[in-house]
């Protein structure tokens, strides 16, 4: 069955998500209540995990241990421990833009793209699709039959305007909710015209999650900046094609890279249990690229 929700209408809906919003944003403390409550962590706090993707000039850097990276957690070094890539699944969620404006070849080009994703994936690995225009559509949730998520996006159709902001976000409401690595892919060929939502609290959620946002763009038509601030708060990357015809090969290649991306995690230890706690990783003696998230908020 597909779940329909429309951003646009009934007004209770709308103040629904909105509150939703105003919920993840109230997690963190204010620096003054902050201060008031400035505990550290126990000794069972909830491990922290990280994406990271370690680059030298542009290539993978593969084969690095645990004992390669250096995490400080709000400028504390912390004792980390590295994931095997095996041992979780992924949660790949697709939020493709349906507006009217896809049609004809760019529709072609984004099924073929989202098409080679789903045929990417592991027997281990779920995928949901959501699509955006004026609303916003749950085509399929995030479920292990890749089939199936397949043929709810060939009857997916295009029409309508673009709310690419309310359709990132409820592209990160739906990660978190099963075991695995979380990987969005937020593709749009057209600028902001039907969100409800503001673009700020929707990066503010954004800091909050576990998901490694991948955002693509179409051409240069003024919504790169929210799709590119979007991925820098997750640690993923945005990128920018001149043609729907290149967007196979940048979905296939998002999927690639982010399986060579390491995993670290960490239990927090001589940092505050509360508020925003910045990251910094860095890989010993070396100075390759990296891309991860920036940071994390506890006590929530």
């Not at 199936?148 to 409820?170: E, I, N």
């Not at 945005?238 to 239990?267: K, N, P």
């Amino acid at each position: 069955m597909i779940a329909v929700l429309r951003l646009a209408a009934p007004l209770a809906v709308v103040l629904a998500v909105c509150a939703g919003v105003e919920a993840d944003l109230q997690v963190g403390l204010s620096p003054g209540i902050a201060g008031q409550q400035d505990t550290t962590f126990a000794s069972k706090a909830a491990p922290v995990r990280v994406d990271v993707l370690v680059t030298d000039n542009g290539a993978a850097v593969t084969g690095l241990t645990a004992a390669d990276f250096e995490v400080t957690d709000n400028g504390v070094v912390q004792q980390i421990d590295l994931i095997e890539f095996g041992k979780l699944p992924l949660n790949v969620i697709l939020a493709l833009d349906m507006s009217a404006s896809t049609t004809g070849e760019r529709l072609l080009h984004m099924r073929l793209a989202a098409r080679a994703v789903l045929g990417g994936l592991g027997s281990a690995d779920r995928a949901a699709l959501l699509t955006f225009s004026d609303g916003i559509e749950l085509a399929h949730a995030l479920s292990a039959d890749v089939a199936a998520v397949r043929a709810a996006l060939d009857k997916v159709q295009p029409a309508g305007g673009t709310a690419l902001v309310d359709g990132a976000y409820s592209a990160l409401m739906l990660a978190g909710r099963d075991v695995g690595r979380d990987l969005v892919v937020v593709f749009s060929d057209g600028r902001d015209t039907a969100s409800i939502l503001p673009a700020e609290r929707v990066l503010e959620s954004a800091r909050r999650s576990d998901a490694v946002v991948y955002g693509v763009t179409a051409g240069s038509s003024g919504k790169v900046g929210f799709v590119s601030s979007l991925s820098e708060q997750t640690g993923g990357q945005s990128l920018e094609i001149s043609s729907t015809m290149d967007l196979q090969r940048a979905f296939v290649g998002i999927l690639d890279e982010f399986r060579r991306r390491y995993v670290l995690s960490f239990t927090p230890r001589g940092v505050s249990a509360t508020g925003w706690h910045r990251l910094q990783v860095r890989v010993k003696g070396r100075r390759p690229a990296i891309t991860a998230r920036q940071g994390y908020m506890a006590g929530g």
